[in-house]
């Protein structure tokens, strides 16, 4: 089975984030960049199934793709840190990227691999991104691609060369039975992703990571400008110290019917 | 925002662990309204103490870090949050392993505890650790970590205990009020406070708050990358943050140790990585906390690889990932010492910057007692932020040489290494001459420094083994045999010595005689052209400096000082002014030169062209005259440092090089040389037992002990005198003494010379401690080439402070015989002066 897990570089979440003056970027100076939370998901699962999979004496090839600023490459060699095989990036000057320009831009990648004679039966991504949230990207590609897209998912297996992927709801799960080849947008809590070996980093950093540009072509809405949402005020009620606070403690929550 | 809050005693800036020492020792030494301020929140403000590895390794090669740490050790311990692991530092390289040996003579010479481990000891200590490369290890017992957040918790609720601290966290300063020199208050964000002292103790962001008030903390903020990985399923069984000795892999810039289930890994091997505090983020910008920068990988690649081949073990264990790695900030200075003490531009405001947490509580403490009794048990002379020189303190100066201090860190440095960056910055009018000559140059004070003269190689011949030639590279190492040379000519002919690094002050007004009682120990209202050796002395009868001091005029002294610390010595004597403005003082450092003029022909050189009788009648010993020298007009003071008949030569800057000349031609037919400060500073002066200030002379020690004190106690007051007199009328503990080595080939077959700071032992090789519980060792080291033999200074007690006694000296592995020469101040060399006096 061959995997394509799909991220992308995001400021890391827990500051404040500043915009940049003219309100058109973020001012990235102080910033910390990962990959979307749900995507290290993505990453976990690929490995795990390429695993398993080869140990049973499968041929598998897993490859993690982004678009983005030539730092990105560190995202990917997270990823390849994890255990994925190679990576791959579409290098950007540093500017937006909309959904739909995205989109195209990944198809092209994909369309470049299979030429190059490498078809996928899995594209794995997160199910929205950390930063703009837009929830568009997977199901982008999936239309353009012309392939079957579930999200949201949680859960995934396979059998008879389908793929069985679970969605939480309220209720319980969705259980999906999807035709391989398939697009899967993954959520946090499908696995515990494992931290990157040093091993893996310093095989990572010695492979040569394959970088294409393209033309950015933007559609869809234009961006005006970057507005931080009003600051949400705290309010912190002191209730007592030490031991004086305790029984307080308890009433709230009893209040809150925790106990 | 206008808010008054209530008035402050003492305001410390910076709750990190060296703020938290600091509010403790101070609410011990019983000062009350301290107020701790800090921008972030506690415990963990953001500063470096809170992301630091927290590990202590107790031995240096440098006394006072050594105690420092040790008292810091000592009070973790105290608090319970010391965690006693042990330590491992491994060798590599053969250097490494001769390393070893010295950290063991500096833990003996120190008296902490620590001993060579084979690379099988090390690998039952740490058995994940490839022993491979390795060839050995130095082990610290007593190496641990310590907890600095819960040492700084229990530090403020001790204070708050003593109701002497209130805390203001979460709370900005803005500006530090300074008027008329004098710390008034702080601008916070919540209001001004008012405060009569304010202490600095912010770390990476020193700079920012000195430049609100106008002075200097030079240092900077830089990355020190480290990550941690795990879980280390060789860790699961252990419980509590370490079990294993910590790994300091030091020929590789690293370090690996235990940290709970994880193990911490460190490195100092990348490049140095500056970051100015001004882009340091607030906490609300900051992803994590403010010093605690995103992870650079690629810096890191390289520690990765030393890493694997270290503890592979560890790092290819299936499920051991990287949890966390970062840019953690630390200060760094251009000399890599603290920079303590009150500034020298505002009354009041303190620096207690670039402090590990190894040593933060023992400098806490030790400020707490300067600001208390004005003298502090560990002598801290050498942190002090009055060292600093104007071009000390310009960012190109400090970045050039943090650069080069980040990468002595865990190198293997030799006593006498100079710093190749920012050199050439002040220069005596005799430098054309003395680069011509091949002036190898060493600095002090920015002063370029002649050591010894590559023109005199052709002297090698003529003295022969006579210059003790070292065959040991490390003995040999920033050293020439051209030195021994050269004192040997001079001893026998006459030598030229640029003493222009010299710091002179002139001291006038009618106040100045008066001043001038009270700041020496020695009788200070002596005749008009009269010059005086003198100790000055701090409160409690210990050493502050030594100088020479020289009475132009009634009203006028012209103080002499060397330029390693004249600059603390400058802040002393202006910190001590009357305050009716009755005393003048001026430094005229930049204004004058000097070169010193001294062997048995020095007279037959001066005579020629001094436009006054110079014979030893008319210009006796300890006289000072302002003369002719053809047409350069000069203030010449019969004295020597290095045993001989001569002047020290004065003259205005700008007349130096023709003086230079004038002296050169004059000396031509008396085989008149240059010499380097090999000779006076260290080969000519052992020999004659001159103290030198920071060697023998430091607050340690009185003048008694260290046998400058004259038989009679001058009648006027002066600083320190009733501890003066005190220990005048007493045995002192100690007797500093001056011994030969018997024979430097004994251990090894191989001439070994001691460069300093080694252990005296007994002949069983047991420690000497005196009543005072000082250790005794090497507090200078030197050929003496008149005498034949390698010489030593010590302090001893008066069990062994006697002639002919025979003793041992630790150096590198092997223990030499010395044999005591001299108990007290008279010379080894012609101990009568009768050279000095002809």
């Known amino acids: ?259 | 925002m206008s808010a008054e809050l209530p008035k402050a005693k003492v305001a410390v800036i910076g709750a990190g662990i060296v703020g938290n020492s600091l509010v403790y020792y101070l609410a011990e030494k019983g000062w009350r309204d301290i107020v701790l301020i800090d921008k972030g929140p506690l415990p963990n403000p953001g500063g470096s103490t809170g992301h630091a590895s927290n590990f202590i390794f107790p031995v240096d090669h440098s006394k006072e870090m050594t105690h420092l740490t040790r008292d810091s050790i000592n009070t973790y311990t105290e608090m319970g949050v010391y965690n006693k692991s042990g330590g491992i530092e491994l060798a590599r390289t053969e250097a490494r392993l001769q390393e070893i040996q010295r950290r063991i003579t500096s833990a003996k010479s120190w008296g902490e505890e620590g001993w060579f481990v084979s690379p099988e000891e090390i690998k039952e200590m740490v058995p994940w650790v490839n022993t491979d490369d390795i060839l050995g290890g130095f082990y610290a017992p007593d190496a641990g970590v310590c907890d600095p957040l819960r040492a700084g918790t229990i530090m403020r609720e001790r204070a708050q205990e003593l109701d002497a601290l209130t805390i203001m966290a979460n709370t900005e300063v803005q500006d530090i009020i300074v008027e008329d020199g004098v710390v008034k208050g702080l601008q916070l964000d919540k209001g001004y406070l008012e405060a009569e002292y304010v202490l600095i103790a912010t770390g990476c962001w020193s700079e920012l708050l000195a430049d609100m008030a106008g002075v200097h903390i030079p240092l900077a903020p830089i990355v020190h990358q480290f990550m941690t990985v795990g879980p280390v399923p060789q860790f699961e069984a252990t419980t509590g943050e370490i079990n294993f000795p910590l790994v300091r892999d030091v020929d590789a810039n690293m370090y690996e140790r235990q940290n709970g289930s994880d193990m911490e890994i460190g490195s100092y091997c990348h490049k140095t990585i500056i970051h100015p505090a001004k882009d340091i983020p607030s906490n609300e910008e900051a992803t994590m906390t403010p010093t605690e920068l995103p992870f650079t990988e690629d810096d890191f690649d390289e520690s990765l690889e030393i890493a694997m081949g270290l503890v592979g073990e560890i790092l290819e264990t299936e499920g051991v990932g990287v949890r966390h790695a970062i840019n953690g900030l630390m200060s760094l200075t251009p000399d890599g010492g603290p920079i303590i003490g009150e500034t020298p531009e505002v009354k009041n405001l303190w620096s207690v910057a670039a402090i590990w947490i190894k040593e933060a509580p023992g400098f806490g403490r030790m400020v707490a007692e300067l600001m208390t009794d004005g003298v502090s048990e560990v002598d801290i002379t050498a942190s002090d932020v009055a060292r600093f020189y104007e071009h000390n303190r310009s960012k190109h100066h400090v970045e050039a040489r943090v650069y080069e201090t980040f990468n002595k860190m865990y190198s293997i440095v030799h006593p006498a290494e100079q710093y190749a960056s920012s050199r050439m910055i002040r220069l005596s009018p005799f430098y054309p001459r003395e680069e011509a000559l091949g002036a190898f140059f060493y600095e002090t004070a920015g002063w370029e420094r002649p050591h010894w003269y590559e023109a005199n190689k052709n002297l090698l011949e003529k003295y022969g083994d006579a210059t003790m030639p070292r065959t040991a590279e490390w003995d040999g190492r920033w050293w020439s045999p051209i030195i021994n040379a050269e004192h040997l000519h001079m001893r026998e002919n006459v030598g030229m010595v640029d003493l222009t690094a010299f710091s002179i002050f002139d001291v006038t007004g009618p106040g100045a005689a008066d001043y001038m009682q009270k700041m020496a120990v020695n009788q200070m209202k002596v005749k008009v052209g009269r010059s005086v050796y003198t100790p000055i002395l701090n409160a409690h009868g210990g050493f502050k400096a030594d100088l020479t001091v020289l009475r132009k005029g009634k009203n006028h002294y012209q103080v002499v000082t060397g330029g390693g610390n004249g600059n603390v010595d400058k802040k002393w004597f202006k910190d001590h002014l009357p305050e009716d403005g009755s005393v003048t003082f001026h430094d005229v450092t930049s204004a004058l030169c000097t070169v010193g003029l001294w062997g048995p022909k020095a007279r037959n050189v001066l005579e020629k062209v001094a436009n006054i009788d110079v014979s030893n009648e008319a210009f006796p010993y300890g006289a000072v005259k302002t003369f002719m020298i053809n047409q350069i007009e000069v203030t010449a003071f019969r004295i020597s440092y290095v045993g001989e008949l001569g002047w020290e030569i004065y003259t205005k800057m700008e007349q130096g090089l023709a003086l230079w000349d004038i002296l050169w031609k004059a000396g031509e037919d008396q085989d008149v040389i240059a010499v380097g400060n090999g000779v006076y500073g260290t080969t000519a002066r052992i020999e004659k037992g001159y103290r030198a200030f920071g060697m023998e002379l430091e607050s340690d020690y009185d003048p008694i002990e260290c046998g400058l004190a004259r038989p009679k106690v001058k009648s006027a007051d002066f600083i320190g005198k009733e501890a003066y007199v005190k220990a005048h009328g007493s045995t002192p503990a100690a007797t500093l003494c001056t011994l030969s080595v018997d024979d430097p080939t004994e251990a090894t077959g191989e001439a070994r010379y001691m460069l300093g700071n080694e252990p005296i032992l007994t002949l069983d090789g047991e420690a000497i401690i005196d009543a005072k519980g000082r250790r005794s060792y090497a507090t200078s080291a030197g050929n003496g080439p008149s005498v034949g033999k390698h010489l030593l200074m010590a302090y001893l007690p008066p069990a062994h402070a006697k002639v002919g006694e025979k003793l041992k000296v630790q150096y590198l592995g092997g223990q030499y015989t010395v044999t005591v020469e001299v108990a007290g101040s008279t010379p080894l060399f012609d101990p009568t002066d009768s050279r000095m006096k002809s």
């Not at chain 1, 290290?40 to 041929?59: H, M, N, P």
């Open chain 1, 1 to 259: 089975m061959n995997i394509l897990v799909c991220i992308k570089r995001v400021p890391m979440t827990g500051s404040r984030i500043r915009l940049t003056e003219d309100e058109q970027m973020i001012d990235t100076k102080n910033l910390r960049f990962w990959m979307s939370p749900h995507e290290e998901c993505a990453l976990e699962e690929a490995v795990r199934i390429a695993k398993a999979r080869t140990d049973a004496g499968e041929e598998c090839i897993t490859k993690v793709l982004t678009l983005g600023p030539a730092d990105a490459a560190d995202q990917l060699k997270h990823g390849m840190a994890m255990g994925i095989q190679d990576g791959i990036l579409i290098e950007t000057d540093g500017s937006d990227w909309d959904p739909m320009a995205t989109s195209k831009a990944l198809v092209e990648a994909i369309e470049a691999e299979k030429a190059a004679g490498v078809e996928y039966d899995l594209i794995l991504f997160g199910n929205e991104s950390a930063d703009s949230g837009g929830f568009q990207v997977g199901m982008r590609v999936a239309h353009k691609l012309g392939m079957p897209a579930v999200t949201g998912i949680k859960d995934l297996e396979f059998a008879d060369g389908k793929a069985i992927a679970k969605r939480e709801t309220t209720a319980g799960f969705d259980i999906y039975e999807v035709p391989l080849p398939a697009i899967v947008a993954v959520k946090e809590g499908l696995n515990l992703p494992r931290y990157p070996s040093v091993p893996g980093r310093l095989k990572a950093k010695r492979k040569k990571i394959p970088t294409m540009t393209l033309e950015n072509r933007p559609g869809g809405p234009d961006k005006v400008r970057l507005k931080n949402p009003p600051a949400t005020e705290i309010q912190t009620e002191m209730l007592g110290e030490g031991a004086a606070a305790a029984s307080r403690i308890v009433d709230i929550l009893e209040e809150l019917g925790a106990i």
